[in-house]
């Protein structure tokens, strides 16, 4: 059975710091690319940041681009968040995808995590 478990959200300040852990364990860990998204009251569930397996590659939307960095070691994803702002409260996931393609698109991840609540003040 294979779970992706989140955790290291919470709640900060504008300009703050969090960093995101994800766990995976039921699959080959080192073939899945592995993604983060986030969803807002209200809002769609949308593509932050992927990385491939292959290469590492890493892929970000824009509006996180320079404050926020994903990682991977041999059985986990992180996301180091810096700079956060307001707009950047929601809950987050973490998903896998055997496939490197069409990292950015929601419907096409194979399986996801619970979810962790991000909230920044300003």
């Known amino acids: 059975q294979v779970q992706l478990v989140e955790s290291g959200g919470g709640s900060v300040q504008a300009g703050g710091s969090l960093r995101l852990s994800c766990a995976a364990s039921?699959?080959?860990?080192?073939?899945?690319?592995m993604g983060w998204f986030r969803q807002a009251p209200g809002k769609e569930r949308e593509f932050v940041t992927a990385i491939r397996w292959s290469d590492g590659s890493t892929y970000y939307v824009d509006s996180v681009k320079g404050r926020f960095t994903i990682s991977r070691d041999n059985s986990k994803n992180y996301l180091q968040m810096n700079s956060l702002k307001p707009e950047d409260t929601a809950v987050y996931y973490c998903?896998?995808?055997?496939?490197?393609?069409?990292?950015?698109?929601?419907?096409?991840?194979?399986?996801w995590g619970q979810g962790t609540q991000v909230t920044v003040s300003s």
């Open positions: 039921g699959l080959t860990f080192s073939r899945y690319a």
């Open positions: 998903a896998a995808k055997r496939s490197n393609r069409a990292l950015d698109v929601t419907n096409d991840y194979d399986y």
